[in-house]
């Protein structure tokens, strides 16, 4: 056999049949995830949501992208752990398989990231909210929701602006003009003087007492983000991402955004409402009784309106310096922390303590590390609102999908326990096969469809998935 040679020079090709376009068998997930959304009738409810805010049918101008291929995107960027929309809207168009799943012939480009940005502003947060319901009802539907018994935590995400992009809110100088006026005020430059940049940052390096407040500076890139002390112990510009999980199914009821600088004290009870409101608004019946937090979260104030719609609440107290001053806060405030005192000391309290630190963090390792949302790329909480809670409505379809079809992410089909898992099961149930084909031959009858060909043409990952119903 002769040795093939690459082309240095190749002409394009004038004209492609159909039956010359390249294709794709497609990915084994993908397709069980299309087929799931299909049955469910995800496409057709979403875009009955969406219909408001277009143009109606048969107006002037080329019609827009369909919100389920937008959505789908999402889902890719999720799957695929891509942050970025350029990402998400190059593996998109590079791959076969999700092109099939796009539903995006090869004769049509896939959406770009621009396309990405113009869905994403025409759609309010009120049209993501929705979607996170009718995931959230696709959920219940498979039992995966229970919603007694909820936890909550909260993270940072990095926002997509520097610290150098900072202004002083009153006069509106940066950051190296106010280490400017700080020279000349202490005397080591004179006011005709202008130091070089070695010197700004030299100074800057030995002053004390470089705190930076919210208060006094804003970004100029993201105004809506605030100065943070991250996880990994930076100060960078970031937002606070707070997710409220069923303790009991890991299924997240809410992933809300707030401004960096608002602590764990002061959400507690929005993020608990929020929870119950989806799941109201989803027209399920489950009733949040039961909430568990760290003792970050530990205030009289949220203690006391959780408690009062009806929701327990399971916070320990930290320890504080000097002598406690709940005798002079109202009477239903020292009513609810001494309740939840009293329900931290029991054994229920250590259990769910294990659950909520193993399961909301958990999650937040699927949503913000592998899912690509620990760094976002979007200016303005609502857009960064939206994204991450299409990452968390994806995530809950992701356990969906474990439950229906045992794998939970199309990286699953490629780990060593995964395909290893696979293979042994496509193996026994070729054994098992074998036999029935042996049974049927000494009956004299004969099955309808040979599976061993099925196992050739699609090969033990299908075999196996499509063996057990999948």
């Given at each position: 056999m002769g040795m093939g040679?690459?082309?240095?020079?190749?002409?394009?090709?004038?004209?492609?049949?159909?039956?010359?376009?390249?294709?794709?068998?497609?990915?084994?997930?993908?397709?069980?995830?299309?087929?799931?959304?299909?049955?469910?009738?995800?496409?057709?409810?979403?875009?009955?949501?969406?219909?408001?805010?277009?143009?109606?049918?048969?107006?002037?101008?080329?019609?827009?992208?369909?919100?389920?291929?937008?959505?789908?995107?999402?889902?890719?960027?999720?799957?695929?752990?891509?942050?970025?929309?350029?990402?998400?809207?190059?593996?998109?168009?590079?791959?076969?398989?999700?092109?099939?799943?796009?539903?995006?012939?090869?004769?049509?480009?896939?959406?770009d990231h621009s396309t990405l940005s113009r869905v994403r502003d025409r759609l309010p947060l009120e049209v993501h909210q929705e979607v996170f319901r009718l995931v959230l009802q696709l959920a219940a539907q498979q039992g995966l929701l229970k919603g007694k018994t909820v936890a909550v935590d909260s993270t940072t995400l990095e926002a997509d602006a520097a610290m150098k992009s900072i202004v002083r809110r009153d006069t509106g100088e940066d950051w190296k003009a106010y280490v400017i006026g700080l020279m000349k005020k202490e005397g080591v430059i004179e006011k005709g003087d202008e130091p070089s940049d070695e010197e700004v940052r030299r100074f800057d390096k030995k002053r004390k007492n470089k705190k930076v407040s919210n208060a006094e500076w804003v970004s100029t890139t993201d105004p809506s983000a605030r100065i943070t002390k991250l996880k990994d112990g930076r100060t960078h510009l970031a937002y606070k991402a707070e997710h409220v999980v069923d303790i009991d199914t890991e299924l997240i009821l809410a992933a809300e955004v707030y401004h960096g600088d608002h602590s764990d004290t002061k959400t507690l009870c929005d993020s608990v409402m929020e929870a119950q409101t989806h799941l109201s608004e989803a027209g399920l019946e489950a009733q949040i009784e039961e909430a568990v937090a760290d003792k970050g979260y530990h205030a009289a104030e949220q203690l006391e309106l959780v408690t009062s719609v009806g929701v327990r609440t399971y916070v320990p107290e930290p320890k504080r310096r000097g002598e406690s001053r709940l005798s002079a806060k109202p009477v239903e405030q020292q009513r609810a922390v001494k309740g939840n005192r009293r329900r931290t000391k029991t054994a229920k309290n250590k259990r769910l303590q294990r659950l909520r630190s193993e399961r909301v963090e958990r999650s937040f390792a699927h949503v913000c590390d592998t899912g690509g949302s620990r760094r976002t790329w979007l200016r303005g909480i609502d857009k960064v609102r939206k994204r991450l809670l299409t990452s968390a409505l994806v995530r809950n379809l992701g356990l969906v999908m474990r439950k229906l079809f045992g794998i939970g992410t199309p990286r699953g089909l490629q780990g060593e326990g995964g395909s290893a898992g696979l293979m042994q099961l496509a193996w026994l149930l070729i054994a098992a096969m074998k036999n029935l084909w042996d049974t049927h031959a000494r009956l004299g009858a004969r099955p309808t469809e040979s599976r061993l060909q099925l196992l050739t043409v699609g090969g033990p990952q299908e075999y196996a998935l499509r063996s057990t119903g999948c």
């Open positions: 040679r690459r082309e240095r020079d190749r002409q394009d090709v004038l004209f492609v049949t159909a039956q010359q376009l390249p294709k794709s068998q497609g990915h084994a997930f993908y397709k069980r995830l299309n087929r799931l959304l299909s049955e469910a009738g995800f496409d057709r409810d979403i875009e009955k949501l969406c219909e408001p805010y277009y143009q109606p049918t048969g107006t002037r101008g080329r019609p827009s992208v369909p919100p389920g291929v937008y959505f789908r995107m999402l889902m890719v960027g999720y799957f695929e752990g891509i942050g970025s929309q350029r990402g998400i809207a190059w593996r998109c168009a590079d791959s076969l398989s999700l092109r099939e799943f796009l539903g995006v012939p090869l004769t049509e480009a896939t959406p």
